[in-house]
């Protein structure tokens, strides 16, 4: 349907040009639903790398004021891209591929060479950057409150880690049962693609991204990920870094001697 719409646009065109001398101003357009849909695509998707770039610029440049950490966002770049390329990726092996035909239920079944609806990046597509980022900074939060209490680059990390995770695992269960429930349990293929994709999504930002893949980019020289601020002397540590004069080991912190907690 739309290739005949861009056909006819195409030669309505041309007629135009050709009455042009004969009756000058006179133009020929073509609208109909098909037309009026096709323009509201071809603009969306047209837009829609655009809206990205602004939302993920925007996004990081508030997380490196609000932790006054310049590298902070580069080391978070992969966990905002993982999630959404593995997420579509997953939706087009479901919906277009049919792997997961076999399973007999409706809500996964192909579509066929149809793919995607064309609505599902554009309704998912930022939201996807704002769930990454949302545990990043929560997270991140976290470690960098214990790297300012005095523990060392990786011991806040491992921390920060064991602080956020049960609440983050709680939040995300959570978060794709609603979905979940309201989208991919339905009856409309789009609405079962919008659902799979903001539950796969979740499910792997929960679970893999945010126990795995932010922790090891944290990781990697992890001074960085507060300059330019200045963070204290480490004063406990015992992830392999050697012990320097006046820092504690981790059975010196209060609380985690075996004396302590006689």
């Known amino acids: 349907a739309f290739d ?28 109909s639903p098909g037309t009026a849909v096709m323009d509201l695509i071809e603009l969306t998707e047209g837009q829609l790398p655009l ?10 440049l508030l997380v490196a004021g609000m932790f006054r950490a310049i590298f902070i966002p580069v080391k978070l770049i992969l966990t905002v891209l ?13 919906y277009e591929d049919g792997v997961l035909d076999w399973l007999e239920v ?23 950057v704002g769930l990454a980022l949302d ?24 921390l920060g880690l064991s602080a956020t995770g049960g609440t983050i695992s709680s939040a995300g269960i959570i978060m794709a049962l609603s979905f979940g429930g309201s989208t ?16 796969f999504s979740i499910v792997v930002d929960t679970f893999l991204v945010r126990t795995v893949l932010v ?31 006046g820092e504690l080991h981790e059975n010196d912190v209060p609380g985690n001697s075996d004396s302590d907690s006689e």
């Open 4 to 31: 005949l719409a861009r056909m006819v646009r195409d030669v309505l065109a041309a007629e135009s040009v050709l009455n042009a001398a004969g009756v000058p101003g006179l133009t020929f357009r073509v609208f």
């Open 51 to 60: 809206a990205f770039l602004m939302c993920v610029v925007i996004s990081f």
């Open 82 to 94: 993982v999630p959404i390329t593995w997420t579509y990726g997953a939706a087009l092996y479901v």
């Open 106 to 128: 409706p809500c996964l079944k192909a579509t066929g060479a149809a793919g995607l609806d064309w609505s599902v990046p554009v309704f998912t597509l930022t939201f996807l």
């Open 135 to 158: 545990y990043d900074v929560f997270l991140f939060e976290r470690v960098r409150e214990f790297r300012e209490e005095g523990f060392g680059d990786r011991e806040a990390i491992q």
């Open 184 to 199: 991919l349990l339905g009856s409309l293929p789009g609405m079962n693609q919008l659902g799979f994709v903001l539950v």
């Open 215 to 245: 922790p090891a980019m944290l990781s990697l020289s992890p001074g960085l990920n507060y300059w330019p601020s200045t963070m204290p002397v480490p004063r406990y540590r015992w992830l392999g870094a050697p012990r320097e004069p």
